[in-house]
């Protein structure tokens, strides 16, 4: 355990010195860190790569492991319940500082004059059907959803495959060894794909900054304060407050997830982090099944900051179209993305495909079009949806497993806090690294 803290203290540096460079690099030689794209593109590849694998068997030796198999039910119900929570306190404060802050006041903003060129796709099809998305849960082919790669359909497959591996009794113990082997060797290829986490933090950082330029920061730039402060004040009050509750310190686990979170500051992509996470997450006390429903869930039903995004990103195009919304509107918006926000995660750019959606249900009271407002700097803003995103789903796990009842308290204090804990069976840090 000593040599894993010490290889991943090493990681964590090495990331830190990747998007330092990565930015330094972009604003000073722009032209050539355009070039650096590929970098970050295959390494986010890499992980995604191991993503629906790792998940599958995560879950299926989990749930292939428990004698009672309505426990899934009852720790998904249980999730779901926190998710819900959690996502309308995010939606309310991104609603609350927006309206505050009055970041779009006095930009004035024409709607017969934007520019929808770079929204275009997202304009012309600004639909979220609930239907189609629940029924996109259950795949066409399991091959299929193994191909596409998307969480839910994994998921939704291995929840049924780990059951029925669970009534297989005795029957069923050599092929859940026979995954749980396997579910070690992948979680090996993590280890290793990890190594290389700062060359793509470096070409990801690289290419924003060249690509789009820090001056480009300026003009939104209060926008984007607001929405930093907003995601750092959620999870120093709101999360850390759950933690708490837990018995357990939000600056502990911050320290414990230091790698993380700068994988997903360089790659923009909470999904970078998630295998890693979910390995932690167990290491941590979590268990083993319940880390490997809750982080999968979280990722497609716990998008905090994309929560707080959404809503404020809705006051400041109405702010910047002088367009008054009304009590009972912001009620309406705040209805329609606890429902449409659940989809942004499984599309690819699902942010604004929500976002899109979701004005589009005022009866042309806001255009659709005018998200454009705010596509110039979603980028940038993309780091801190992605970072609150990694930490609320962090948490909500620590807390399910809490309030289930399996949570491993006295161990979770003593990684937290750095002290030596023995190894757990199966994948860990230590074998990982």
């Known amino acids: 355990m000593a040599s894993a803290a010490l290889q991943s203290k090493r990681l964590y540096l090495q990331v830190l010195v990747a998007v330092v460079v990565g930015v330094l690099l972009g604003q000073f030689a722009p032209d050539i860190a355009i070039q650096m794209k590929p970098l970050g593109d295959g390494f986010v590849k890499l992980v995604r790569m191991l993503i629906a694998p790792v998940i ?13 198999s309505a426990s899934v039910g009852r720790i998904g119900l249980k999730a779901i319940v926190y998710f819900e929570v959690l996502t309308s306190f995010a939606l309310i404060i991104g609603l609350v500082v927006g309206h505050f802050v ?7 903003a024409d709607p017969t004059k934007l520019d929808t060129k770079p929204v275009a796709a997202f304009v012309n099809n600004p639909h979220i059907n609930a239907t189609d998305f629940i029924l996109n849960i259950i795949p066409d082919t399991v091959v299929g959803a193994f191909a596409k790669g998307d969480i839910l359909p994994v998921l939704f497959f291995a929840v049924l495959f780990g059951v029925a591996c669970a009534q297989l009794g005795e029957r069923g113990k050599g092929l859940i060894h026979v995954l749980d ?5 992948f979680f090996r290829v993590v280890g290793l794909i990890m190594k290389v986490a700062p060359l793509g933090a470096f070409g990801a950082m690289a290419f924003v900054i060249g690509q789009y330029g820090i001056k480009t920061l300026f003009s939104l730039a209060w926008l984007m304060g607001a929405f930093y402060l907003t995601c750092f004040l959620f999870v120093f009050i709101v999360l850390a407050a759950v933690m708490r509750f837990c018995g357990l310190s ?36 979590c268990g083993k099944s319940l880390t490997g429903l809750v982080v999968p869930l979280g990722y497609a ?10 809503t404020m990103a809705i006051a400041f195009i109405s702010q910047a179209l002088n367009i008054d919304l009304s009590l009972g509107d912001w009620a309406f918006i705040l209805m329609i993305l606890l429902l449409t926000s659940k989809g942004a995660a499984a599309i690819t750019g699902g942010g604004f495909i929500t976002l899109a959606a979701t004005l589009a ?20 803003m993309s780091e801190a949806r992605a970072i609150t995103n990694l930490f609320g789903n962090s948490v909500a796990t620590i807390f399910v497993a809490r309030w289930d009842g399996t949570l491993d308290v006295e161990r979770a204090r003593k990684v937290l806090a750095g002290e030596s804990v023995p190894a757990l069976d199966g994948p860990s840090i230590a074998k990982a690294a």
């Open 301 to 310: 039903f716990n998008l905090d900051g994309t929560s707080i995004y959404f």
């Open 56 to 68: 599958f068997l995560t879950v299926v030796v989990g749930i292939g492991k428990l004698t009672d």
């Open 361 to 380: 249900t005022l009866n042309g009271k806001i255009p659709v079009a005018s998200i454009v407002l705010v596509f110039a700097i979603d980028r940038f």
């Open 102 to 108: 009055q970041a779009g006041a006095g930009v004035n």
């Open 250 to 285: 939000i600056f502990g686990l911050m320290r414990y997830l230091s790698e993380e979170f700068f994988i997903v500051l360089g790659t923009s992509s909470s999904e970078a982090a998630l295998p890693s996470l979910m390995l932690k997450l167990e290491n941590l006390g």
């Open 181 to 185: 082997e396997a579910s070690n060797a």
